[in-house]
Each structure stands twice: as structure tokens, then as C-alpha cells.
């Protein structure tokens, strides 16, 4: 056998791993020569147990495997090749001799890719070796690159499943926010502008005073529960864009990665599970109001695109390639203190000023404490009609029991306890014992405590003491820690359960939750 000269495909050997298996060790060193001539790493076994042991530790790339050897013998050590997984993707070349090439077929249908006869051709070895070399390096590779593809097109489905279900979010969010704003405003609507007091004349006449221009943005300020959608609601339908849409929207509720196509809309295609166009809340609002209540609680990056929209009176959607005009006026209502948010960075101050044309401030019940029995009875008549009942009276006691509570939650709450005070009253007059009324940290000792429903779970500290409590001084139990610690909070923010909730460093529903727990008849 002349080992010099070899193919073009010899180049394909190098750094090739092969395994030579042969009982002859004549042959083994014929062939290892041959091939160790094009640059192969050579491992060599006498027989197929070795051979075996060989193959799964070094997963060569091809093995020679002589057909002719002591049990296992070639076909045999082919077979339990293909069975494994560790080797099964590996190319065997039969060496046969002349008189046994009779048994190239068994060595095929054993799993063999070729063979090579003796005596051995240098050149037909190292070409038809490099060939399947080739071929498995390809094939690999290939099926490398499949399983990769795979494995995108699962992610890619995963996209496509989380893009689907974040616009059917998107959808129910939009809808339920709208449906629930809708209800609530209907609901406080007549109560929203009843009132004798001061406060609340001058509130009817800055709603009558803006309702005119039905371009000019208004900023509504003032605690929660103090009607603000009311009044936006209120300017809107006296305005030349009553016979158009009125969009409400909680900002706090606008998911940061939905909220360029919720705001402006998208295109089919814009993104994956686009599958048609959408109008945002710009558009459905054209010619009308938009409402952003919670303006305060906008994440920052919004924001920045609500501003270039209110300079420019442009949106552009999600995928689309041109800008298209709109007609809507803002008006906004926040709970928050802006002038601190701006002073942390948290609000744009050219926001601020785009939106504050005009700011209107309502004011907290426990300033127009006159209106209170207006109000009372107010809801009686409506829940009534709500349950089929008889609309009932307010005692003396009853109304003189509401007039002495601060409602840190406002109208809100008022409602609140009036629903609850029918419901146990079932129709009759209604009794300061109706009530439960909490004393709220913060609003003094004059805190009503009629009907003796007082709801207070922190007795280790008393509501006084809470601004010197100490770490040493909080009961090991977290609900009750967590209860004294919220109402800290209420003292330091004056009852706002907002301002309480991001001094506490958590959401306001946490607030609610656990107020609620305290109170039944808490804001929320």
C-alpha cells in the first residue's frame, strides 16, 4: 500500500477524530499510518468490546470497524453501535475482505454507511474516510441548526401566545376601565354636584366657567374620593364636546409595555399578534375628552410620549409610517402632590405645565361638613330604589354622629356607609348604630365613635403614640406591625391613603386591603 499520495479531500481529515478497529494489528498499523498522513487523531481498539467502550467516551467521528474478529464480531459491534444514543449518529466504514464482500448487504442493513475492501487503496481510504467525514460534519451541523430553529420556532410561538394574551389583556383592561369609570360616574354623578355649601357653590362655578372652552386642558386636584371624574365628567357634557366621546383612563393601570398602543393605537402587523388595526384611546376620543385620572402615577416614559402629543396634536400608531391628527381635549386628575413629584423627578415639569391650564381643586368632605346630610341622603334615595325599599330618614343622631366623622375617604366612603346603613336598617330609620364608624389617626380626637363600632386592632400602641413607636416597641406579629405602621403613615400623610401608600413604599391597594380589614366600611 503506497501511504504518500491522497485526494484533495484528505483536507477534510484534518483534525478529524477516527477509530480503527482490527484484530490484526498489521492492519491497524497500515491504516493509522494512511490516515495519520492527513492530520486525523487516530484511537485504535482490537476488538468491539473496546471498541464499543471507545466510542461512547470519545465520540469519534467515524469508525473502521473490520467485519472479520472474535465475538462481538464486526456486524454484532455495528448493531449495538446504533442502539445507543451516545453513538448512534456515528458513520461505520466496514473493512471487508474479497471473499467476504457477500456480506456487504448484512453490513448495510447492520448500519454501516460504506466499506473499503483489502488490500488497502491509500487514496480509496482516505477519499471514501474524508467523504463520509464530510457528510457527518453536514449532517450534524444540519441537525444542529434544525434544533435551533426548533427551539426559535418555540419561542417564537411562546411570543406569539404572550403578545396574544397581553392584547386580550390589553382589550379587558381597556374595556373593564371604561365600563367600571362609566358606572361610577353614573352612580356619583347627582351626588357630585349636590351641595349648598360654600366650597361646593364655588366648584359649580369654575365647572360653569370652564365648560365653554372646549379647548383649554384642566388639571383636577384633591384627595380621593372627592368626586374629580365628576367634575371633569361635568365640564365635558356642558361643553361643545358633549355630543362626543368621554374617555376615562386610570394611568396607574396602563401596563408600561402596552402603553404606546394603548394610548395611540397599532397597525395589523405592527408587532407579533398585531392581527388588526386598533384605534388607542386618542383616537376614540377624537372630537370629545380623554380623562387620565392618577396623572400623578404615569410612568415616566409615558409621559414623555404624552407630552410630544399634547405640543403637536399628532399621534402616530404602532407600526404606522405617518402621523395623524387629533382633536381631543385633556383633562386630568391627580391625588398626588405634583410639586413634590416634580421636585423628585418623578413628573415631568413641562408636563405639568401643558396639562395645569386651568387647575380646579375639590375639596375633602370634612371641609363642607353642611353638604354631608345632603349627601346622605342623597345615596339613601338612590340605594333604596337600587334594593326596591322604602327610602328611610336620618335620625338627628345619625346625621350629628356623620357631621363629627373626618371621612378621610371622602364621598367615597360616605356612600359606603350609607349602603351599609340601609342594608341594616332594611328600610327603617336610620340610627347612628348603623353606622362604623373608625377613628382615623391623624383627623384628631374627634374622630366619631357613634354606634360604639369603633374598629381598631393595634392595641400594643395607641394611636397617640404612634409617631415615637420603635422597632423595640412593635409587636412580633406581622399583621399587627404592618396595621401600626399603616396608620403611622396616615398620621404623617393626614389621612391620604395615597401619599400613606408610597411613604410605606408599597401600592394603595395594600392600604385599602388592610384598612378594610380593620373597617369594613373603609374608602376602596
Sequence with gaps: MDPTPVTELATELYGARLLIVDDVPANLAVLSAALESTGCEILAASDGVRALELAAKARPDLILLDVVMPPPDGLETCRRLKQSELTRGIPVIFITAQAERAGVVDGFRAGGVDYVAKPFQAEEVISRVAAHVQLSRLTRALREKNEALQARAEELQAEI??????????????????????L???RWHPAGLVGNSAPMRRIIEEITRLQPFAQTSVLITGESGTGKEVVARAVHLGSPRAKYPFVPVNCVAIPAELAES??????KGAFTGATADRKGLFEQADRGTLFLDEIGDMPAGVQVKLLRVLEDGQITPVGAMHPRPVDVRIIAATNADLDARIASGAFRSDLYFRLARYVVKTPPLRERPEDISLLAAHFLERFAAEMSLRSPALSAEAIAALQAHPFPGNIRELRNLIERALILSAGQTIQSSHFQLAAHPGFGAGASTAGGNVST????IEATNLATATAASLPLNLAAAEEILIQRALQ????NIADAARLLGVHRTRVYRRLAQQDPDAPG
Design 262 to 267: 394603548l394610548l395611540f393605537g397599532h397597525v
Design 161 to 182: 401566545e404572550r403578545r396574544r394574551e397581553a392584547e386580550h389583556a390589553f382589550q379587558r383592561a381597556d374595556e373593564t376601565l371604561t365600563t367600571i369609570s362609566h
Design 184 to 186: 361610577e360616574a353614573t
Design 492 to 495: 404623617e400623610t393626614r389621612g
Design 457 to 460: 386592632s393595634v392595641a400594643p
